[in-house]
């Protein structure tokens, strides 16, 4: 199934990419800003999502928020790519990889967030902090909860409101992920 696109094919979702007349004035002009950000012709995630108008704009405060909060960027970008690692989810993967570099988590960073626990690194390549957020991020979402000692070595690093938003954190993106995932959400730059 394809949808038309600038003039070109591009593959549809479960529901078909929104425009003005679906998203409303304000959701339009958000998927615009988000699809140049990302150097793409259209953000797939915000003219899909944005066709429920009211819920959109308000979850677009809510995870803007969380990528701006008390967790430094370098940490919430890790726990994402973990996130999207282990969900398989590609499309939070391609966006999320891009502005990880820019937050200092380089290749070789990547590859060991990707390879964590099993490609192992005895703390050359990732910090105890790191190692503490990817712990903590497996057991929440293969879990749903996370154990007292990988609380207790995640407290050690992290505050109490920190702690509250790396919950919200990564259970906002594996939700996302599925979400993606059941709506069958087609990425924006196919080719990377």
């Known amino acids: 199934m394809t949808a038309e696109l600038n003039g070109s094919a591009a593959p549809a979702g479960r529901i078909p990419s929104g425009r003005l007349r679906e998203l409303g004035p304000l959701n339009w002009v958000i998927a615009k800003l988000g699809a140049r950000a990302v150097h793409a012709p259209e953000m797939h995630l915000m003219t899909t999502l944005g066709q429920h108008r009211l819920l959109f704009v308000v979850w677009s405060i809510y995870s803007g928020r969380l990528l701006r909060g008390r967790l430094p960027a370098v940490d919430t970008e890790l726990v994402i790519l973990r996130v999207a690692h282990l969900r398989a989810c590609e499309y939070e993967l391609q966006h999320h990889r891009r502005m990880a570099r820019n937050q200092g988590l380089d290749a070789d960073k990547q590859a060991a967030i990707f390879g964590w626990p099993e490609a ?70 196919p080719r990377y």
């Open 120 to 189: 192992g690194d005895g703390g050359a390549t990732l910090s105890a902090r790191q190692r503490a957020l990817l712990a903590a991020t497996d057991e929440l979402v293969r879990d749903r909860t996370v154990s007292p000692a990988t609380w207790g070595e995640l407290a050690s690093h992290l505050d109490r409101r920190q702690l509250i938003e790396f919950c919200l954190l990564a259970t906002q993106y594996d939700g996302l992920a599925a979400t993606m995932s059941a709506l069958d959400i087609p990425l924006d730059n």
